[in-house]
């Protein structure tokens, strides 16, 4: 009994008035709270280690590959979009397009995620680690050649890989979960225009994510 | 079937007890050939640097003088002495040779580690005693082996199982004295020895063969000798430091 | 067994043990207006047959008064902790003709280096630290270094003068703590810290270390001695030419 | 009673077809799931509590073999005596245990989960198989946690407080598993938390029945939903911050590492920012739960209401601008240190208001001194004493001497003992008879209480004196010192009340396990308490309520005029009382 009225798309009736928001939506809000908070530690740790470090930090264009991320960036705000379309079209009572829209979303993510991967192979066979830069690698002659101020080279592999990694794994949950609703409720035809629960709430977790790697693409690799 | 583990225990026990009862380093061929030498130290010895023991009484109490760290140790006769003498090539190298159940012994007396430079085969056990009664901590800083870092508040012994891989050196320290540091020589075999204050060393028991024998000290590097020797014979391998 | 806080042998001590007794008058009163009031109440108001409670949700007035008190007494405090916090820690409050002392604490010692006749202390450097020969990792091509006396585990300060000690750490955080003196300053690799006071009682104390640092914290401890300065200039003397004696301390 | 009768005739209807896994292992029923926390919770406490003693007895005993000391590994304790690296480990897992695992699961996990439903009359959670998952994060942390102790070089050793770059450097603390096992689990733990409270603040807002409006609920319910926002948007920081030492132990990055740039102080930036508003998470539920108890106790509504709501408020709004008076002595800039001060004074006023408060309760009133009250009022008279020699840290001068000296130890054991685990004894007395449909013995609980606060104060208090003596934290053997060796009588005469402390507990935990089975059977309304708990069965069926109850008055309306009981439920309707809007179904 609980459980269907968690599950309504409306507050739980009869009841006080709370927020005029069913539960599932409510909480994932909470839930993005505090995920503003674990980002913002990660974030603001980088903003004090990079402001408190001895010397320079390494130019954004040296180690990393603007172009790619940029690509891939616009890849993601693309998938919010779809993630938009996908929520309009089962609002207005469309599945089929819904059923579209939610697959491209997925497949949106997964290529981030794909391309990120790549990204993290290509940057570690250069020799950029979290702990660094490697011995003898690529970058490390670049350190020497002076290109690349040695002295900040670890703070900003530890940072880079910290955040980049949490946001790659918080892209991940997203596309599995998006996968599951996909499966066992967009397939099945399960969505209606009564009840989107999943759609509404995945997509409020899909923005957030979003909005967090614009800001990480800001900070890490433009400026 | 419970008998034969009887059995194999007591046996296993008996060859133990052999072992150890052999003089010379276990596991030598019984014809083995001996290389001793004399490692000496050519020009003035430094100064070894004074310590100051002013807050550690228990430890100042055991000198006369005001005690000096021993880095640099030469006898009358100018040999030196904690120089680490082992053979780094040249035995065979699917070898086997049983590892020794005494354990070696490191005692901290007089907040000074005694021996200062030894030798430990892999495997074979360490016995740490605190003879001082103030407390030491004991840090072993290995590269290939796990390293270990434990503490002895009062007169103590702790039994600690050997290490897993040879390692030349492994050096240890104190970090409740600054000061105090020991150098231990991890290897497979029983073929090493450490220079006594006259500076001379013997290696006994080695099978017939030509090797390369190496000299490690803690201040002027390694020298290295080669040496071929035929069963039974005895050979000298004499090292010659120059002090800077 | 002492049952006060211990002796004072420093400038700040008397104004910081009267920070404590006032602090301890405020909160004593409160203590025991309260738990006094507690016993009263149980004991007035226990449960008896045919008694009812009287029916009130709270009275504004009373709320007002003591949540105003509380408030005030608090403010006024703050601001004149504030006043002495300033003098002790301020960022210029250490005065001019401070004597300077470095303090080096490394896992489980205390190393103290004194400026010598030059009265500088030499430029130090984590990577220049030898264990034995060079604990604090002087720079022997700093002209300032060539007189510095390094001593393990003894602090000597004369008294009725400014010490200042610089605090620098190889390893972990310590924190540099000598009771009588009512100084403590945590001292953090990577950072220099200053840290000043100013003896008043000749005589041995104790230097502990206050932040667990290892193993070996409890025995992180340095002997105090503070000096009359003819004591201090003999000691420092007679160590200067003992250093020259050995080559280190 | 009608309403009483209905809900209990429609429970008994209220059939229950869950096999018994999904009822009591993997269940999702809060009641059941606050119930698991409760055994969970309770047995950490015992965890750290047999730590705290072997810490005693070395500060009580240095270096004298500590009896069945020869059953600890070589590495712990050779020959009963314990080895500086274990104490050290001890200090921490103390900490670690009865911050992390017993007190905060105790109030949050045990009450939040238990009472929220109960008291606003929601069904359940919101999300019921999150509050499930939370509860077995929970475990596994807890369960990593203990595994950290028994791996080779033993648990963590850094203090619960994990300073870098001690826990983070393997050279330096000697401990690599455990340190690295230590994160883990508080990374765990923070997601356990986070979940939970994500559900108390989802179930509050949108689950109250018919009535309950904010200003109807229970204290606390509100210390509850206060404390779940503090959770929820401070553990994460934790986490993250955890997160980050756990790669520089093991992928060796350079966040606290002077050596490449990184800042020892940022550990502790994040840590206390986190860690303060953690120690309001520590008393809030409390306060809430006493408030509860003290105006049931004294048969009176509690007094000012609305200030103690926004003296909880109040607490934690400051609790996020305080943090840095943990950091006076830490190098931090000293201006900082003023403004920091101010704040951490002006946190004294809220706490003074609830204080005042209480007292103005029992003012009048008709105390019954049953066990809960007593605890109650135990934790008023403790938690002053906590709460007053707070400010002697947070006037800075001071705080300068008396900083990490037992003097802090006693405070915040006056605060987090004497305040929160002896409303934790009242509150388990308190809603026994809810959990498990039998009362607690009232004589034993008088026992327990009586004993426990005399052996708390002979243990605790003394710590003040040692601590003004300067006696540091954390040493193995305080004797080394030459100005402590007076104070070890002390230090002896501590650590036997502490063994005494910690025996007294055994009449606790008899007591609990007695009574749950052979106990007396509890009546419905054993306290005579106007709560909505109250009205269901003992223990609430599944589901609690078939139809929502409806409230239409607040939780404390004790002794009111004009009514025959000197209680009055918050569900009974009397001719005056209007039927509570509601919300349209289907807004939004």
Redesign the interface.
């Known amino acids: 009994m609980s459980q269907a009225m968690a599950d309504a798309m409306s507050p739980p009736f009869p009841a006080e008035r709370g927020l005029d928001v069913y539960n599932k939506k409510l909480g994932m809000w909470i839930f993005l709270a505090s995920e503003v908070m674990f980002f913002g530690a990660l974030i603001g740790s980088y903003v004090i280690l990079r402001f408190g470090a001895p010397g320079e930090w390494a130019r954004p264009g040296v180690v990393l590959n603007i172009k790619i991320t940029a690509f891939n960036t616009f890849l993601l705000i693309c998938s919010s979009v779809s993630m938009v379309k996908a929520y309009a079209s089962i609002a207005d009572g469309d599945p089929k397009k819904m059923k579209f829209w939610l697959l491209m979303t997925i497949l949106g993510g997964a290529c981030f995620v794909g391309i990120q991967v790549f990204e993290y192979i290509h940057l570690v066979e250069r020799g950029f680690l979290p702990s660094g830069v490697r011995e003898g690698s690529e970058l490390a002659e670049l350190v020497t050649a002076g290109t690349l101020p040695g002295a900040t080279m670890g703070l900003y592999g530890s940072t880079f890989f910290t955040m980049t990694g949490f946001h790659g794994f918080h892209v991940t949950c997203g596309v599995l979960s998006m996968l599951y609703l996909y499966l066992t409720k967009a397939l099945p035809g399960k969505f209606t225009t009564t009840d989107y629960a999943g759609i509404e709430v995945v997509g409020l977790y899909w923005h957030f994510v979003d909005l967090v790697w614009i800001i990480l693409f800001t900070i890490v690799y433009l400026v | 079937m419970r008998r034969l583990g009887a059995v194999a225990v007591v046996g296993a026990g008996l060859v133990v007890l052999a072992l150890a009862t052999v003089r010379r380093p276990a596991g030598a061929a019984a014809d083995g050939a001996t290389v001793t030498g004399h490692v000496k130290l050519t020009g003035k010895a430094p100064?070894n640097?004074?310590?100051?023991m002013?807050?550690e009484p228990k430890c100042k109490a055991k000198y006369t003088t005001?005690p000096t760290?021993p880095?640099v140790v030469v006898g009358k006769t100018g040999g030196l002495a904690n120089v680490f003498v082992y053979v780094k090539t040249g035995l065979p190298a699917d070898a086997k040779y049983p590892t020794p159940t005494t354990a070696v012994e490191i005692d901290q007396n007089g907040c000074l580690y005694h021996p200062r430079v030894f030798g430990v085969m892999v495997g074979q056990g360490l016995a740490i005693k605190n003879s001082d009664g103030?407390?030491h901590?004991i840090?072993a800083?290995g590269k290939k082996n796990r390293?270990?870092?434990?503490?002895q508040?009062?007169n103590?012994v702790?039994?600690r199982a050997g290490f897993t891989v040879s390692e030349v050196m492994l050096p240890f320290?104190c970090?409740?004295?600054?000061?105090m540091?020991a150098f231990a020589g991890v290897l497979p075999d029983p073929f090493f020895a450490t220079t006594g204050d006259d500076g001379t060393f013997t290696i006994k028991g080695l099978p017939a063969g030509t090797y390369t024998i190496e000299a490690w000290h803690e201040k002027y590097g390694v020298q290295t000798a080669t040496v071929t020797v035929k069963a039974g014979e005895t050979k000298p391998a004499d090292f010659t430091f120059t002090a800077k | 067994m002492n049952w006060w806080l211990p002796p004072q042998a420093s400038t700040f001590a008397p104004s910081i043990d009267l920070g404590f007794l006032v602090i301890l008058i405020i909160t004593g009163i409160t203590f025991v207006l309260v738990e006094v009031g507690l016993i009263v109440f149980v004991i007035r108001y226990r449960q008896r047959p045919g008694q009812k409670a009287h029916y009130t949700h709270g009275s504004t007035p009373a709320e007002v008064i003591w949540t105003a008190i509380p408030a005030v007494t608090m403010v006024i405090l703050g601001i004149v902790s504030n006043g002495l916090w300033v003098k002790i820690k301020g960022r210029n409050s250490v005065p001019a003709n401070a004597y300077t002392i470095g303090v080096h604490a490394k896992q489980f010692e205390w190393w103290i280096t004194y400026p010598g006749p030059d009265g500088k202390l030499g430029r130090t450097s984590t990577s220049l630290i030898q264990k034995t020969t060079n604990p604090t990792g002087l720079d022997p091509d700093d002209p300032a270094s060539k007189d510095d006396i390094v001593v393990r585990n003894q602090l000597h300060v004369p008294a009725g003068r400014p010490v200042v000690v610089y605090l620098s750490s190889e390893d972990v955080i310590h924190s540099f703590y000598v009771p009588q003196f009512r100084v403590r300053q945590d001292v953090v690799p990577g950072l220099e810290i200053k840290a000043w006071f100013e003896a008043t009682v000749p005589g041995q104390y104790e230097l502990g270390c206050s932040m667990l640092c290892g193993m070996g914290h409890y025995k992180m401890r340095a002997q105090v001695f503070v000096h009359t300065q003819a004591d201090f200039d003999a000691w420092v003397a007679q160590r200067a030419s003992q250093a020259k004696g050995e080559g280190t301390s | 009673m009608s309403t009483v009768a209905a809900a209990a005739h429609t429970a008994h209807a209220h059939h229950d077809d869950r096999s018994f896994i999904r009822k009591y292992i993997f269940s999702t029923d809060h009641k059941i799931i606050g119930i698991q926390f409760l055994f969970l919770s309770l047995f950490f406490l015992l965890v750290g509590g047999i730590l705290a003693m072997q810490i005693r007895w070395q500060l009580g005993f240095p270096g004298k073999p500590m009896p069945g000391g020869t059953l600890l590994p070589e590495t712990m304790a050779p020959g009963g005596v314990i080895l500086p690296e274990y104490y050290i480990q001890l200090v921490t897992m103390h900490g670690t245990f009865m911050v992390f695992f017993a007190i905060m699961l105790l109030l949050v996990g045990v009450y939040a989960n238990f009472l929220i439903p109960l008291k606003i009359g929601a069904h359940d959670m919101a999300f019921p198989r999150i509050n499930m998952a939370s509860f077995w994060s929970a475990v596994a942390s807890g369960i990593v946690m203990l595994a950290s102790m028994y791996v080779p070089d033993g648990a963590a050793r850094a203090g619960w407080t994990m300073y870098v770059p001690l826990s983070a450097r393997e050279d330096l603390s000697g401990a690599a598993l455990g340190q690295q096992l230590w994160s883990v689990s508080i990374i765990l733990f923070g997601l356990s938390s986070v979940l939970g409270s994500l559900n108390y603040i989802t179930t509050v807002i949108n689950n109250r029945a018919p009535g309950m409006t904010w200003f109807r609920m229970p204290l606390s319910i509100w210390a509850l939903f206060i404390t779940a926002i503090l959770g929820l948007l401070a553990v994460p920081v934790l986490a993250g911050a955890a997160i980050m030492l756990l790669f520089e132990q093991v992928l060796g990055t350079h966040f606290f590492d002077p050596a490449s740039g990184g800042q020892a102080l940022l550990w502790q930036h994040l840590f206390w920012f986190f860690g303060h508003p953690e120690v309001y998470i520590l008393i809030l539920p409390a306060m809430g739960m006493v408030s509860d108890m003290i105006a049931n106790g004294s048969r009176k509504p509690i007094f000012g209401y609305h200030s103690m709501v926004f003296a909880i408020c109040g607490i934690a709004f400051l609790g996020w601008i305080v943090w840095g008076h943990h950091m006076f002595v830490s190098g931090m800039n000293p201006t900082l240190g003023s403004s920091f001060m101010v704040s951490t004074l002006l946190i004294a006023v809220p706490s003074a208001i609830k204080v005042f408060n209480w007292m103005g309760t029992m003012w009048r009133g008709n105390l019954r001194f049953h066990v809960p009250m007593l605890n109650a009022i135990g934790f008023v008279a403790m938690f002053t004493i906590g709460g007053l020699s707070g400010i002697f840290m947070a006037a800075t001068p001071v705080d300068m001497f008396i900083h990490d000296t037992y003097f802090i130890v006693a405070h915040i054991h006056y605060v987090l003992f004497g305040g929160s685990l002896f409303a934790i004894f009242g509150a388990i007395a308190y809603w026994f008879p809810k959990m498990f449909g039998r009362m607690m013995s009232e004589r034993w609980g008088k026992v327990h209480f009586w004993l426990t606060m005399v052996f708390y104060n002979c243990t605790f208090f003394p710590m003040h004196i040692i601590g003004m003596a300067g006696h540091m934290r954390r040493l193995y053997d305080p004797t080394i010192y030459d100005f402590l060796k007076p104070v070890q009588p002390m230090n002896e005469f501590i650590s036997w009340s502490a063994f005494a402390l910690f025996a007294s507990q055994a009449i606790f935990f008899v007591n609990f396990w007695w009574s749950m089975f052979k106990g007396e059977k509890a009546p419905l309304n054993p306290w005579e308490d106007n709560g909505l708990e109250w009205t269901l069965p003992s223990p609430a069926p599944h589901g609690n309520w078939e139809t929502p109850p409806t409230v239409y008055r607040g939780p404390y309306e004790f002794s009111a005029p004009g009514v025959s009981e000197d209680y009055l439920p918050q569900t009974k309707k009397l001719p005056t009382d209007r039927e509570p809007a509601l919300t349209p179904a289907g807004g939004h």
């Open positions: 100064a640097p004074a310590i100051d002013g807050e005001t760290d880095v103030v407390l901590n840090k800083l390293p270990f870092n434990i503490s508040p009062t103590m702790t039994q320290e970090n409740v004295h600054g000061w540091h």
